[in-house]
């Protein structure tokens, strides 16, 4: 069984267009997360879950909604696609503590054309 | 606040040669470290961590760190590098509290290794 997965794994679509990615934790943890890696390779974190309850809410376009329907799982909804939304999103979580980082899933690799 | 910088972008060494990947960090509360591995079209994978105690810790794959308050460092180190280590390695830093705080990552260091 994965530990955090999501789907889908490439999402290739047109500007304008709305798309979701969905995420899923079979760890019990209680916080998840969503990070958005570009083509440099640098992550940046975009949003936190904490039990459902939104915690970290950095400054991204309010295009990219979150939605945690319940604690093992985080979709991420993006609005009107832009260009410059390309890149891999990675969903994590983490326990009750930071001490033992975070679990990540795959990645979804987003490519808007 | 925090903060986490990795020098050097891109690091090359020969199969069998000693491994060493910077991290210096800054933190304005005792700091979680953390190094990462990412291989390629893959997830981040934890090599290994620092809370407290032991100063020195051992990971995954053979690689080890060393949390250096005084230099506010934590750099990654492996006696002998084989080419399956060619990677892209991430370090981070996190408060020593509460998940609610987030992890900061480095821009990561692309490791390559030479036959």
């Known amino acids: 069984d994965t530990a955090v997965s999501q789907t889908p794994k490439y999402l290739v679509t047109q500007m304008g267009n709305d798309k979701s990615i969905k995420c899923e934790q079979n760890?019990?943890?209680?916080?998840m997360y969503w990070y958005k890696q570009d083509s440099k390779k640098f992550l940046k974190i975009m949003f936190s879950y904490n039990n459902k309850e939104l915690i970290i809410n950095e400054t991204v376009p309010n295009r990219f909604s979150p939605k945690s329907p319940d604690k093992a799982h985080l979709n991420l909804h993006i609005n009107s696609l832009e260009l410059g939304d390309s890149a891999v999103y990675f969903c994590?979580?983490?326990?009750?503590?930071?001490?033992?980082?975070?679990?990540f899933g795959s990645g979804t690799r987003l490519t808007v054309v | 606040a925090q903060s986490v910088t990795q020098l050097g972008s891109h690091v090359s060494v020969s199969e069998g040669a000693l491994v060493l990947l910077r991290c210096n960090y800054s933190s304005s509360v005792p700091p979680y470290l953390f190094w990462y591995v990412q291989y390629p079209n893959q997830g981040l994978q934890l090599l290994l961590k620092y809370t407290t105690g032991a100063t020195l810790v051992k990971g995954i794959n053979g690689f080890e760190a060393e949390f250096k308050k005084s230099e506010t460092s934590f750099h990654l180190t492996k006696p002998s590098a084989h080419m399956s280590d060619a990677a892209e390695y991430f370090c981070?830093?996190?408060?020593?509290?509460?998940?609610?705080?987030?992890?900061?990552f480095g821009s990561g260091t692309r490791l390559s290794i030479r036959p």
């Open positions: 760890l019990g943890h209680d916080t």
């Open positions: 981070a830093v996190g408060p020593g509290y509460s998940s609610a705080s987030k992890i900061i």
């Open positions: 994590a979580s983490s326990g009750t503590t930071n001490a033992y980082g975070y679990t």
